[in-house]
């Protein structure tokens, strides 16, 4: 017997999705010319070429898939709340920094 999901589990697997989906989106508009979707100016920042950029993209989204099914499970050293690996914080929090620092 299975236990249910976590709501943790459930909310951040929706917002892996949605961010999915953006990316997808994001390719739709870079590579098929859509039109239904907003053009690439509104999606892209020009901080890093599109071309690092997607690579770097689907990794984010591999690395929340493997965090999500390891909540999903109970398992895996993304289980315990509030425990992040040393430093996991600090890949996203300096280019941050520097994107808001250059836009003021």
Known sequence: MTRPASRSAVVLGALTALFGCRVAGQALVAFLGVTWLPPMDVWF??????????????VILFVQIVIDRDLWRGQGSSRVPGRAPAGGSSGSRTPMRCRWSSAT
């Open 45 to 58: 920042s020009g901080l890093l070429p599109y071309r690092l950029l997607l690579p770097l993209q689907i």
